[in-house]
Nanobody
């Protein structure tokens, strides 16, 4: 099982990034995929989640209207489009997979990709 997050980098406030999470080794079509983030000294927090069919979308309040999650089941990939980025969005972003967005601790985790929002 592998979840490969990519797309992080340095961006100025107000800028955009698109994160990708490429999955392999499990039946991607049946899994929800979530994005989480963590900064040093803080607990990991959920950012967004998309259900297996793509019809169920969840967002943390602080990113609503700025971030958009989507998935391409033909490519076994989930995307997180992040617009209007703020310094407080700076974190290591992780993707994870589970049978549901609301089932508790996610089953599979990928390595993180660092997003830095700074002028």
């Amino acid at each position: 099982v592998q979840l490969q997050a990519s797309g992080g980098g340095l961006v100025q406030p107000g800028g955009s990034l698109r994160l990708s999470c490429a999955a392999s080794g499990f039946d991607f079509d049946y899994f929800a995929i979530g994005w989480f983030r963590q900064t040093p000294g803080k607990e990991r927090e959920g950012v967004s989640c998309i259900g297996s069919s793509g019809s169920s979308l969840d967002y943390q309040d602080s990113v609503k209207g700025r971030f958009t999650i989507s998935r391409d089941n033909r490519k076994d990939t989930v995307y997180l489009q992040m617009n209007s980025l703020k310094p407080e969005d700076t974190a290591v972003y992780y993707c994870a997979a589970d049978y549901s967005c609301h089932g508790g601790e996610f089953k599979y985790w990928g390595q993180g990709t660092l997003v830095t929002v700074s002028s």
